[in-house]
């Protein structure tokens, strides 16, 4: 998956020629001065996105010093704006600049269709594959790139393209690969949990890390995954996996809990859950990174009762669907995404993300900031409009500076 989209990444800009005098010698370091973006979305009280914003309505902050907007772009109904063409970096005396070059207006929009197979039941294969018809009716739209990536055994890696077949074949290959509760129940397990429960949410992570990796090397384009998965807990089932009758909420009640009885079972579920918070934590921040943002659908809908040759207690498959409906709801709220969990009604939810990805501002600036050490950045962008609801990532991470030449061949080369 690492190669995935790369055929999309603008090639690395040039540097600008030096010409040392007579004993002279150029010097062998550049920093990068790079144009921080960010999606935007604006919403009046209604709930409609608001095309007619200028540069002078907008106000960025970074770590709560402002900001100047050095380009602006508006996407409306699918179609590119330029309304700021980007300017060129400040000049720094002693640096050598790449060239700048200008943003290209590129039409359509980009799509990742995440299919999370080894986090999908198999006896729903047929309502998840009549999912991604829809998907490829009602929200891929003539002139916009997808992509489709699965985690497991549907083995489905498609490049990102226009070609329609390829994602019908694809949606051929989609079958669900999930656990069933026996499964976790009678299955193997160590101090973490159960074993194949942690190895497959982390197959699975491990495949989006890698997709945001490669999207995040494109620019001035709106970047969605459509994330298809019955979500993530790491301890399902905890009372029947060890023979008791006690089943664990996180929402206990600390007047009647007893440690002599529920204490390791509780200790357990609050690691599990932590763990679970940190790997969603991580994820989120790499999608930020990328500028993407994630669209998480539950093709459960609304989930009833375990299939009954399934001997799982109700509380417990109650607090397993609540579990992992919260880890979906988790990506897409930290991302600015929506998660379509506890829901039939996928016309409308996929009527909104074609909505958010049809309407949205790109907004660009040259950071202030010159102190390389500071990795993390925050932005907050404010709209000076009255009554409007306004979405942007809150923070961005400083890239890695370029390897010199010099060092990179090495002493000697």
Do not use: C
């Not at 080894?118 to 916009?144: A, V």
């Not at 397990?189 to 945001?212: H, M, N």
């Not at 859950?273 to 809908?301: C, V």
């Not at 932005?379 to 961005?396: A, L, Q």
């Amino acid at each position: 998956m690492t190669a995935l989209l790369a055929a999309q990444a603008a090639p690395p800009p040039k540097p600008l020629p030096v010409n040392p005098g007579a004993g002279e010698v150029a010097p062998n370091f550049s920093v990068a001065v790079n144009l921080v973006t960010t999606d935007v979305i604006v919403r009046n009280a209604k709930g409609e996105f608001v095309p007619d914003l200028t540069k002078k309505d907008f106000t960025v902050l970074e770590d709560g010093i402002k900001q100047d907007i050095s380009s602006l772009v508006l996407v409306h109904g699918g179609r590119t704006y330029n309304l700021v063409a980007p300017a060129p970096p400040p000049q720094q005396e002693g640096i050598i600049l790449p060239q700048t070059r200008p943003a290209a207006d590129v039409a359509g929009r980009i799509f990742i269709l995440f299919v999370d197979d080894l986090h999908l039941d198999f006896q729903n294969t047929g309502r998840i594959r009549e999912l991604f018809k829809k998907i490829e009716k009602d929200l891929i739209h003539p002139g916009d790139e997808f992509a489709i990536v699965s985690t497991g055994p549907s083995s489905i890696a498609v490049q990102l393209t226009y070609d329609r077949q390829e994602l019908d074949d694809a949606i051929k290959k989609i079958t669900g690969d999930g656990l069933k509760p026996d499964d976790i129940i009678n299955g193997p397990e160590s101090d973490q949990g159960p074993d194949e429960v942690r190895y497959r949410a982390s197959v699975a992570f491990s495949t989006a890390y890698d997709l945001l990796k490669s999207i995040s090397k494109i620019q001035n384009r709106r970047k969605a995954i459509i994330y298809v998965s019955d979500g993530y807990d790491f301890n399902p089932f905890e009372g029947s996996r060890h023979g008791s009758s006690n089943t664990f909420d996180s929402r206990f009640d600390a007047a009647t809990y007893d440690p002599s009885t529920d204490g390791q079972a509780f200790q357990g579920q609050v690691f599990a859950d932590s763990d679970l918070a940190r790997e969603l934590g991580a994820l989120t921040r790499a999608a930020n990174r990328a500028n993407a943002t994630f669209y998480t659908i539950d093709p459960r809908g609304l989930p009833g009762f375990a299939d009954l040759e399934q001997n799982v207690d109700p509380t417990e498959w109650a607090d397993y669907i609540r579990k992992s409906q919260d880890s979906l709801r988790v990506l897409a709220d930290l991302t600015g995404g929506i998660a379509v969990v506890n829901q039939n009604d996928f016309d409308k939810a996929l009527k909104r993300i074609d909505a958010e990805t049809s309407d949205y501002y790109v907004l660009g600036y040259y950071s202030k900031n010159p102190d390389p050490r500071k990795k993390v950045r925050s932005i907050d962008v404010k709209v000076d409009r009255p009554g409007v609801e306004v979405w942007s990532r809150k923070t961005y991470y400083l890239p890695s500076p370029p390897v010199p030449v010099s060092a990179a061949k090495g002493p000697g080369r």
